[in-house]
């Protein structure tokens, strides 16, 4: 591999093929390296974010804020109290003497204004070092509005991006089991993981309806606070993101003996097989029961139905991208699983993936999937984007908000699958569109205009 790479990280990258399976994950990133991936508060804000009736406070500077306002497309049905960005903006002053007496005064505030049914607060790094003591505060308010203040311990100097997402789960767990049961059926189930970016937890949720199954909680896409304090009722647990939610799936099942399913939406194989394993679970747990048969029958019309009408729109654009190169640079490593399968459809041939918060068991999985030669790299920065795509010739690259001019400069194609696009990538649609986009942008005019930087 001649791509240029930290000495320091050398064991955090892996080529299938050239020695056994072994990459080190899961830890600090290399000071000075500038890291693609964010603090521990903007893990706990892009997890929380979507639940769209809630207050979301920052107690912080303003820079913490902007940093992570309108960060997800984040849908929402109806209230969109979550697309506002609050904070308390502390100052040197408050930085000397204390910020807790400000932010009660904006908690109260807020809320006689907006009537939120709870409220978020987020500590960041400044406020971890001063000492507020956001459980007081928080406690106080909401014995004083009558509403659920919960603090999220989110000091962004305490980990990285992944104990954001634990600080996260552990806020709403503190909602969950506060609420009634009633009406919830025994084929019912949690979306969790799912963050509603351009509308896909509403075609997720009519797949599980088709199939006869009931939705309880969005977690969190166009969440609602109410059915969040009520998603203990439901019998099981769908864990999309599973580096973002699985933490709080496993909360639930020690406490309520919730069973939770790792699944993926993206590309027709894994979002077909989410939905057997939907149906093969409630069989399993009622195998006597008529529903439980009528529930698969129905699975098996509605994915026969999709991939029918699917697979024909597209043979056009695999004609045209067979043979072409792909990388792929995601936060969750999961979400990688299911992309590398969708290229495979379209003949695409992934050359490199990575991700921000994988383990060891989710790279063990990547690379029993990829072709030999492939690059597997972990908490990857720039200039080893950079040298890995000149290196193995992509003609698009996959990644967020933070890839995509490293993509631009190189002349290669990029496509958004991360947290500010507009199109729809999951479900059978998202696949369609998947490879729209892919096509669109490979096969783009405009790369005739940017010599593409090689390699050297």
Not at 9 to 36: I, M, T, W, Y
Not at 70 to 91: K, V
Not at 332 to 349: H, N, P, T
Request: aromatic share 8%; proline share 4%; net charge neutral.
């Amino acid at each position: 591999m001649g791509a240029v790479l930290l000495k320091e990280r050398e064991n955090q990258v892996h080529v299938k093929g050239e020695k056994p399976f072994s990459l080190v994950c899961n830890k600090d990133s290399l000071a000075g390296a500038v890291s693609q991936r964010a603090c521990v508060f903007c893990g706990s804000r892009v997890v929380l974010y979507p639940i769209a009736d809630a207050l979301h406070l920052v107690h912080g500077p303003i820079g913490c804020a902007v940093y992570t306002w309108d960060i997800r497309g984040a849908l929402s049905s109806g209230p969109e109290l979550h697309r506002l960005s609050f904070s308390t903006d502390l100052q040197e002053m408050d930085v000397i003497f204390g910020g807790e007496k400000k932010l009660r005064r904006a908690l109260l505030e807020l809320i006689a204004r907006h009537s939120p049914k709870a409220a978020f607060v987020y500590s960041t790094c400044i406020v971890g070092i001063i000492g507020d003591d956001l459980e007081a505060v928080c406690k106080d308010v909401a014995a004083e509005t009558g509403i659920p203040v919960i603090p999220v311990q989110s000091e962004g100097f305490k980990g990285n991006k992944r104990a954001g997402y634990q600080a996260a789960c552990e806020a709403m767990f503190r909602l969950i089991g506060t609420g009634g049961t009633e009406g919830i059926s025994r084929f019912s189930l949690n979306i969790l993981g799912d963050f509603n970016l351009a509308g896909e937890i509403w075609m997720v949720r009519e797949y599980y309806e088709r199939m006869g199954i009931q939705v309880v909680a969005n977690i969190t896409g166009d969440g609602r606070v109410g059915d969040i304090c009520r998603a203990h009722g439901a019998a099981l647990n769908v864990v999309q993101c599973s580096g973002s939610t699985m933490q709080l799936a496993k909360m639930m099942e020690d406490k309520y003996g919730m069973p939770a399913l790792r699944v993926s939406y993206f590309g027709i194989e894994d979002m077909s097989e989410a939905l057997y394993d939907i149906a093969r679970f409630f069989k399993k747990q009622y195998p006597d029961d008529p529903e439980a048969d009528r529930i698969m029958e129905r699975t098996k019309a509605l994915v026969q139905e999709k991939v029918r009408d699917l697979v024909p729109k597209l043979e056009p654009y695999r004609k045209a991208l067979a043979g072409k190169k792909a990388a792929i640079y995601v936060g969750g490593s999961f979400k990688a699983f299911s992309l590398v399968k969708a290229f495979r459809l379209i003949d695409m041939q992934v050359v490199m993936v990575g991700s921000q918060t994988g383990t060891e068991e989710d790279y063990r999985e990547l690379e029993a999937i990829t072709d030999p030669g492939t690059v597997i790299v972990d908490d990857a920065n720039p200039l080893e984007l950079n040298s890995f795509l000149k290196e193995k010739g992509v003609d698009i690259f996959v990644g967020g908000v933070k890839e995509r001019p490293i993509a631009y400069k190189l002349g290669i194609g990029f496509c958004d699958h991360n947290h500010e696009r507009k199109e729809a990538l999951a479900g059978f649609e998202g696949m369609l569109n998947f490879a729209k986009e892919v096509y669109s942008s490979v096969m783009s005019p405009v790369w005739r205009f940017v010599p593409r930087k090689e390699a050297g």
